[in-house]
């Protein structure tokens, strides 16, 4: 089993920036790739970015590149989001996963999810 634990959200205006973090508790395959997805009230969770952690290769969403970038820290087990140029449509409870067991991009491939995080934008 993998917990996973999330930091770093918050209130922050239009243009703004936001570190979020993901520690998970050990380091083992089913940490082969780690993700960030959004979810906001009434939507369906969404794929944000996602890195694969033996090469860091990563994936962004149409909607964040450019301006987040994801990252990690081997030696911390982490995984990062910084969120740069922030916009009210960011607003939503993002979510680390782990445990990639299909897509990249979809929900139901992951094994691994955090308790949320919640990011407000104001405008």
């Known amino acids: 089993q993998v917990q996973l634990v999330e930091s770093g959200g918050g209130l922050v205006q239009a243009g703004g920036s936001l570190r979020l973090s993901c520690a998970a508790s050990r380091r083992t395959f089913s940490t082969n790739a780690m993700a960030w997805f959004r979810q906001a009230p009434g939507k369906e969770r969404e794929f944000v970015a996602a890195i694969a952690w033996s090469d860091g290769i990563t994936y962004y969403a149409d909607s964040v590149k450019g301006r987040h970038t994801i990252s990690r820290d081997s030696a911390k087990n982490t995984v990062y989001l910084q969120m740069n140029s922030l916009k009210p449509e960011d607003t939503a409870v993002y979510y680390c996963?782990?445990?990639?067991?299909?897509?990249?991009?979809?929900?139901?491939?992951?094994?691994?999810w955090g308790q949320g995080t919640q990011v407000t934008v104001s405008s």
């Open positions: 996963a782990a445990g990639l067991g299909g897509s990249y991009f979809y929900a139901r491939g992951y094994s691994y």
